[in-house]
Every structure is written in structure tokens, then in C-alpha cells.
């Protein structure tokens, strides 16, 4: 038996290595290009952090001087960063509940359902830039359709993109078109709740608004949760949006400057690679900060099919 089993293990043996290094053929390129294309320019940029550097001359080794300064000489990052958290305050909550809504409609078997779904998704399959444009042409002041809608009803409409105080909002209503993505995930979801429940919960006397907020908004809770954490990410990463919609201006008094817009202006625009590196490790660590009081407090409302709570 020994005589036998010995080449059997020396081929297992054979398979196993030809299997790890076919293994670790297929990881190698995301390996390369998360190392070249991220890892190592994520070291390089916490490097630049703490240098004045122009992108030209050798860098000059400044210590914590552009961390200092962000915090307290820089008003224009405070009102970034002010309008970033109004921004995703807003347009975060608003993109949860409007896919909610409509995700809760289309699971519905009608007649045109994978029509509607369809139309929902598409905005999500324009490039953001495409979309810029076409609102910036929606929100014109005088021609644009939306205040032309509303004139209809005798309403007044705004100079969105050169009012101060409607530029962000309409920043939002354009994250708002495309919100069929996370629609879509949601759809997947609820209509994979078991139908037993509702049928169950129906025999308790259950009305339907009782069955969606106690059978479907639940069991649909890890969807909400993965579609807050990247909206959440994507607010605080604006930029087409921004810099189309404004020209790169940043609107009127720099009424919807962002953070990420003030990162590329320190960087391309005025040159100051170190101070912009400095600003991007401080959005890094407010994503990061943000993400785990999302997980933190996912255990007190996120629920799992599967899972068990005592």
C-alpha cells in the first residue's frame, strides 16, 4: 500500500503547487496595479504631506506645517468641508429612501415592470459628465426647462447654478437621477424575501404598509447599509458634478466648493502638490472616521436572514 500510495501523494503534491501558482498568475496584475497604482502612490502623497513642492523644484521638507495651516488658516477648506457634509447630509438619506420607494413598486410583478426597470437604470449608465451637461441645461434660468415647468404653475423659478443658495441643491437633484443603481440592488432584494412572511404576516391581519415596514425594510437592511457606505464615499468624492456644472469655478463665491475640487485646485491649478496631498490624507481620514460609525452602528438596525440575535 505504501508503494502505491506514494506517487498519488507526489502528484496531490504536484497539483496543490501547479494550483497555487496558477493562483497566484490570475491575482498578480490587480497585485501589480494596486501596488504601482495605488499602494505606492498613497505612501508617496503621505510623504509630499509634509513638503512644500511645486511639482517642478525638489521637495522642501516643511514637517506639519500644511496640516497646521488647513486647520487654522485656511477658511476656504472649513467651507468645503462645510458644504461636502451638506451635500451628503442631503443627497445621502434622500437617494436611500427615493430607491427604497421605487425599489418597492418595480419588485411588484405588473405589466411594464422590466420596462419602468430599465428606464430607472439607464441615467446610472450615462457618464457623469454627459449628465452634468444635460443639467446645467435643465437648470438654465430662463430657458431651462425645469423653471419653465414651474412658471406653469405661477411659480418663480431659481437661478440654480448662480444662486449661492441653490447651486448645492441642484448638485443634488443631479445625484438624485442616479439613484437607478442602487434601485436595482434593492428590487434584487426584495424580491428575494421569502413570500412565506408576507403570507404569514397577511394571516395576522397585516396591512401591506405594516408588511414593508416590518417584513421587507428589514430583510432589505444589508442593502441599505452597502448602498449607504458607498454613497456616503461618493458624496464626500463629488467632482464631475461640481466641475461641470460650474465651469470649474466652484459657483458663485465658491457657494458649492468641495473637497475634492479644492484638492485638485491646490494640486493642478495653483501647484501646491504638498499642502493638496495634505488635504486628501485629511478627507481620507474623515471617509474613514464616517465609514466606521457607519459599522459601528450597523449591528443596532442592519439584520441578517440567517442571523441569530439574543
Known amino acids: 500500500m505504501a508503494v502505491i500510495a506514494a506517487p498519488l501523494l507526489r502528484r496531490a503534491g504536484r497539483f496543490r503547487r501547479r494550483e497555487t501558482w496558477s493562483f497566484y498568475a490570475f491575482v498578480a496584475p490587480w497585485i501589480v496595479g494596486f501596488v504601482v497604482f495605488t ?52 443627497s445621502v438619506p434622500l437617494s436611500l429612501l427615493i430607491a427604497l420607494f421605487l425599489a418597492n413598486l418595480l419588485s411588484r410583478p405588473f405589466k411594464g415592470a422590466r420596462l419602468f426597470r430599465t428606464v430607472i437604470y439607464i441615467p446610472a ?15 438654465a434660468p430662463q430657458t431651462g426647462p425645469v423653471n419653465g415647468f414651474l412658471a406653469m404653475f405661477g ?10 443658495n441653490w447651486i448645492i441643491p441642484a448638485i443634488v437633484l443631479l445625484s438624485l437621477w442616479q439613484v437607478g443603481a442602487g434601485t436595482i440592488l434593492l428590487i434584487a432584494a426584495l424580491q428575494g424575501v421569502p413570500p412565506a412572511l408576507y403570507e ?45 456644472l460650474t465651469d470649474g469655478k466652484s459657483g458663485p463665491s465658491n457657494a458649492s466648493l468641495m473637497l475634492v475640487p479644492y484638492v ?17 490624507w485629511v ?5 474613514m472616521i464616517l465609514s466606521a460609525g457607519i459599522l459601528r452602528s450597523s449591528r443596532g438596525w442592519v439584520f441578517y436572514e440567517t442571523e441569530v440575535r439574543t
Open 39 to 90: 499602494a505606492i502612490p498613497m505612501v508617496a502623497s503621505l510623504g509630499l504631506s509634509f513638503t512644500d513642492w511645486d511639482s517642478f523644484q525638489a521637495p522642501n521638507f516643511i514637517g506639519f506645517d500644511n496640516y497646521v495651516e488647513l486647520f487654522t488658516e485656511d477658511p476656504l477648506f472649513w467651507a468645503a468641508l462645510r458644504h461636502t457634509l451638506y451635500f451628503a447630509v442631503v
Open 125 to 139: 449608465l450615462v457618464p457623469l459628465v454627459a449628465s452634468a451637461m444635460i443639467f446645467r441645461w435643465l437648470l
Open 155 to 164: 411659480i418663480e423659478g431659481p437661478a440654480w447654478l448662480l444662486d449661492e
Open 200 to 244: 404569514a404576516a397577511r394571516i395576522d391581519g397585516a396591512n401591506r404598509r405594516q408588511q414593508f415596514w416590518h417584513i421587507s425594510v428589514p430583510l432589505v437592511t444589508p442593502i441599505l447599509f452597502f448602498n449607504l457606505i458607498t454613497g456616503m464615499i461618493a458624496a464626500f468624492q463629488v467632482f464631475s458634478q461640481v466641475y461641470v
Open 264 to 280: 485638485y485646485d491646490n494640486a493642478f491649478r495653483y501647484y501646491h502638490m504638498g499642502y493638496a496631498s495634505a488635504l486628501a
Open 283 to 287: 478627507l481620507f481620514i474623515i471617509i
